[in-house]
């Protein structure tokens, strides 16, 4: 099936929550039996669904920012933890994106850096190309700089705690980014390179190019497919016929055979 994104408009651009369950923004169905209705109104356990993707588009900065993992996120907001990562469609000229921090600091030193507003020269920045791939895991400290469009493959969660926000006027949660930074950088985050998969606690994504036709079966678990570049359609093992083109998001249940065709590069993922 394919979904029909929530528009949720920022004050540094927008997100379209292209495949979510999540009840800060649920995306529909677009075509078929169930068309019209709530993408959640049709899952299993939708408070259990392991992904949410987005398409992001950053015209400035996003908040200097960190995800609480599981725990932490289950206490305090009754959400999931989000650990995430981003496909980079178009990064512009000399793009660039902030991932971690350039040296180990403790709580203390962080503190003191936020308070006397220099924590972004304590930052890493990493120079992006379209058709990169970062992950970033809960815990990492990080930004989208101005100018940027991605895919981002998520836990289905809407936790974000801003450590800054360059003088605009919203909320700032600096002692539970403080509680759930990732002190000890003990997960691996940032460009993954050559990129084809990537397996996490949470959830798999992996990069498909498709020439002519590609086909597949789900077996035990979904598939989603979300498309970077190109255009085509799908079909399934009942002959129903999906457009893709850029940007879409299709689901694709358990126990289905499809077949994709077109030229395209497609960002599969599914659960854990």
Known sequence: MKLEPYLSTKIWGWEK???????????KIENGPYKGMYFADIVDNPESFPILIKIINSKSRLSIQVHPDDEYAR??????????????????????????????LSRHEIHGLIDAGVLESYLNTIDIASGDFIYIPTGTIHTINAGIRLI?????????????????????HIEKSLDVIDYEASAVCGKVDSFQRLKTPHFTVEKLCTKRSYEGHTEDKFHSY??????GHLV???????????EDTIFIPEYMSYTIFGDMTLIKAYGY
């Open 226 to 231: 979300t498309v970077a570049e190109g255009s």
């Open 152 to 172: 981002e493959v998520q836990q289905s969660s809407n936790v974000t705690y801003r450590l800054y926000d360059w003088g605009r006027p919203r909320e700032l």
């Open 17 to 27: 929550w292209n495949l979510s369950c999540h009840p800060d923004g649920k995306s």
């Open 75 to 104: 206490i305090f907001e009754k959400d999931n933890g989000k650990s995430e990562c981003w496909y980079i469609l178009d990064a512009g000229e000399n793009g660039t994106l902030v991932v971690g921090l350039k040296e180990k």
């Open 236 to 246: 399934d093992e009942y002959g129903n016929v999906v457009e893709l083109s850029a």
